[in-house]
């Protein structure tokens, strides 16, 4: 079984436990390292071509604008064959109750026929929030893993729980 992790982070300015701190590494990207570690795999990092602002709350504007325009970010590069890969994990943090927008343009270039996708989903609050339907909309003839909620603040401690899930998964 091969895996790929594809994986929005972001760094910088962040909100974790009710205020907004920057953070070296983004949580999400600790998780998709995570996943990694558990049960092998290929990291695939979602870029977008335009950053989104530095600034937390600017960047919460923009993430909304998108979602509510159907935008889909051009990325810097993209997967663009998934043949070799039995399982996709999914992963990003939790804009507006989904993944960022730019995780939909990745996922838009795909085929996910006899693919298994597995999504992970950091968050403050929000959970899995609508991530698990809005992927079965776009990863048509895909199968669909148990997906995994971990609170951003948590997300440095949260290898154990990650692994142990990720294992279950494949």
Request: proline residues 4%; neutral net charge; aromatic residues 10%.
């Amino acid at each position: 079984m091969k895996n790929l992790i594809l994986y929005y982070s972001r760094k910088g300015e962040n909100y974790l436990n009710g205020s907004i701190r920057s953070i070296a590494k983004g949580n999400t990207e600790r998780c998709a390292e995570f996943i990694r570690r558990a049960v092998g795999g290929d990291l695939f990092e979602i870029e977008t071509v335009k950053a989104y602002p530095a600034d937390y709350m600017a960047c919460t504007r923009v993430a909304q604008d998108e979602l509510r325009a159907g935008a889909r970010p051009e990325l810097r590069q993209m997967v663009t064959d998934l043949s070799p890969y039995d399982n996709v994990f999914v992963c990003g943090p939790c804009w507006w109750g989904t993944f960022p927008c730019a995780v939909f343009t990745q996922l838009e270039a795909l085929d996910f026929t006899g693919k298994k996708v597995i999504p992970l989903m950091t968050h403050e609050g929000s959970g899995l929030g609508r991530c698990e339907r809005d992927l079965q909309k776009l990863c048509a003839g895909a199968v669909f893993g148990k997906g995994l909620a971990v609170h951003g603040a948590d997300a440095e401690r949260s290898e154990d729980a990650v692994a142990a899930w990720a294992r279950a998964q494949v």
